[in-house]
């Protein structure tokens, strides 16, 4: 486990290439563990990750990362779903591992996976999920897919908030909430405006908390107001505006600053953990495939990743990733080894 994870602080992603790895750097190795007859094979790492059990992997994961984060008051955890397209076998008829994951987008870290059944959905793990995970006075946000009664419920019993997105096919909810900005007074409204990657956008947050003209409300535990997002991109390069309303349901009050902030927030588990498990440790070209590998890797590389994220350092991830491999001091600052 500590060879694995101290190659993949490295930017080391292949079993083999681990193994030789710690073989080169074997003294700095045995300053943390005897290892008396020499680094793990690659063959004998394989057979670990493959044959160890994901749940309990990720309870002790959960319980590691609990202890290096930040409480921080209403802090967005966003919850999104990601398949590891390296992980199918159409020769077989396997299809991609898909698993939901965790983020606290304030504190940038990874806070638990569950892995999807490939007979279930999203909508049975995102529960198992909160059960892992320490989310008191938070805000759980999820997509339209995941909008559903038994999650609020859940949401409200581990004594969080929800901002929850909706649907045209969600039906009655939808189109309920659609309506009533269309006939009530707005309660609390705030706009927004951002510049970056060669657009400007921007958001106008609009909340509802009188919620007597919602009769499916009473369906959703916790729920308080209704919110409605009304945003215009501009782009740049081709002088073309984009614009798009989309709603949501939120057991907060009336306060459209926060909850649009929560909203943008949201999008950080695409943009922070997405992106940099694909690009920095390339999940998606991973072939692990035999056995629990795949979800155990991934495991591996959150834990990675959240060490570079909680360890301040100059340069990007690559950089840092790159100066672990050479530097002795470097990898031990990254992993808490002192």
């Not at 007859?37 to 309990?56: M, Q, V, W, Y």
């Not at 409480?71 to 159409?90: F, T």
């Not at 908030?161 to 609390?188: C, H, M, P, T, W």
Request: hydrophobic content about 35%.
């Amino acid at each position: 486990m500590f060879v694995a994870i101290a190659s993949s602080i490295c930017g080391i992603t292949e079993w083999d290439d681990m193994e030789e790895y710690c073989n080169e750097k074997i003294d700095w190795f045995r300053k943390y563990y005897p290892y008396k007859n020499g680094i793990p094979s690659h063959d004998t790492i394989s057979r670990l990750f493959a044959k160890l059990c994901p749940t309990e992997f990720c309870k002790y994961f959960t319980e590691w990362v609990q202890s290096i984060r930040q409480d921080i008051d209403k802090e967005v955890i966003a919850i999104d779903g990601k398949a590891v397209k390296g992980s199918a076998q159409k020769s077989k008829g396997i299809k991609s591992l898909y698993y939901v994951s965790a983020f606290a987008s304030e504190n940038e870290l990874v806070l638990g996976q569950e892995i999807v059944d490939e007979k279930s959905n999203e909508i049975t793990a995102v529960p198992k999920l909160l059960d892992l995970i320490e989310c008191k006075g938070t805000i759980i946000t999820v997509d339209a897919l995941n909008t559903q009664t038994r999650i609020a419920q859940k949401v409200i019993d581990k004594q969080a908030d929800y901002i929850f997105a909706l649907k045209g096919n969600q039906g009655e909810i939808f189109e309920e909430v659609k309506g009533r900005f269309l006939n009530q007074k707005i309660d609390s409204e705030c706009f927004s405006t951002d510049m970056g990657h060669g657009r400007v956008e921007t958001r106008k947050c609009s909340v509802i908390e009188d919620l007597r003209f919602i009769d499916s409300s009473v369906n959703w535990a916790g729920m308080k107001s209704v919110v409605k997002i009304e945003s215009s991109r501009y782009f740049k390069a081709t002088g073309k505006t984009e614009e798009e309303t989309r709603y949501y349901i939120s057991s907060l009050g009336a306060d459209a600053p926060l909850i649009n902030k929560s909203i943008r927030n949201h999008w950080s588990i695409e943009n922070k953990l997405h992106w940099m498990l694909d690009v920095s440790f390339r999940e998606d070209a991973s072939r692990k495939r035999k056995d629990n590998s795949t979800p155990n890797y991934g495991m591996i590389c959150k834990i990675a990743l959240n060490m570079l994220k909680k360890t301040p350092g100059k340069g990007s991830y690559k950089r840092r990733k790159f100066k672990a491999l050479i530097n002795d001091t470097e990898r031990e600052t990254l992993m808490g080894l002192f």
